[in-house]
């Protein structure tokens, strides 16, 4: 099998060159999450959200190009999936922590407690072994803990209010609910992915004009979550649902 590998890689430079250059695309999510810190110490939210956005974009397209480049075979060497992780962890979890503890969105005692309570819970929802099963879902919730903080940001909510939501994304991270993995999921998956990419073109425009962010926006943005919510909880099978 190795040797067969090897005299594709061989005669495909262009593949060989193309799979590497997937890998580096991922990369860069590192320099988007450094740069997203930086501006949290600067106190530049604006600039934090365009860091933050930029690193889901890499996040969002980078395993449809590592499938379409068949990374696997002609750049078997890198652990995709590893780096990936690394880069999830750093993106969702290290920035948004950072976020907490700079930003005045938290009670200020809380704040420091807070970020260390999902570094932790994030690294056990990280390192499972069926974080991500094999029917396309995440197991527990799934670290979405930049978007969490933009909410808090945009909102404007009570420090107390914010805390408790907290907590509670905290607690359903060890609650095996299989939330959906909207790129890759097999059932209602025309209308999710056409639902997920409105929410993301309609989401970016909106937070991007920080801090005035248009209020139907932020509110529009829930029709999207309770959809999420309610396709993940509620079984398929009780829906009826199937591939499309």
């Known amino acids: 099998m190795s040797t067969d590998v090897s005299i ?11 799979a590497y250059g997937v890998h580096l695309f991922t990369a860069t999510g590192a320099v ?13 939210w604006r600039l934090m959200i365009f860091w933050m956005i930029l690193a889901m974009f890499v996040d969002g ?5 590592a499938r379409w480049a068949d990374v696997k075979t002609y750049a078997h060497d890198i652990d ?18 950072m976020f907490l503890i700079e930003a005045e969105v938290l009670p200020y005692g809380l704040r420091m407690l807070s970020a260390c309570a999902i570094l932790i819970a994030s ?10 099963t094999d029917d396309h879902h995440f197991k527990g919730f799934p670290s979405y803990w930049n978007v969490a903080a933009v909410y808090m940001l945009v909102m404007g909510l009570n420090p107390w209010i914010n805390f408790g939501f907290l907590v509670l ?28 990419y409105l929410y993301g073109i309609v989401g970016i425009w909106g937070v991007l004009q920080y801090p005035n962010v248009p209020k139907w926006v932020v509110w529009s943005s829930f029709i999207y979550v309770a959809y999420y919510l309610v396709l993940s909880i509620i079984p398929k099978k009780a829906k009826g649902l199937h591939a499309d």
């Open 32 to 44: 988007w999450g450094f740069l997203a810190i930086r501006s949290i110490f600067e106190h530049d």
């Open 169 to 196: 994304f905290n607690i359903l991270v060890f609650v095996p609910i299989k939330y959906i993995y909207p790129s890759r999921t097999t059932y209602l998956r025309k209308l999710t992915l056409v639902l997920t």
């Open 123 to 132: 690294a056990y929802q990280f390192t499972q072994t069926d974080a991500k």
């Open 8 to 18: 594709l890689r061989e005669k495909n430079p262009v593949r060989v060159a193309l």
């Open 61 to 65: 397209f980078d395993g449809m190009l």
């Open 80 to 97: 995709g999936a590893l780096l990936d992780n690394i880069l999830d962890y750093l993106n969702y979890v290290v920035v948004p922590a």
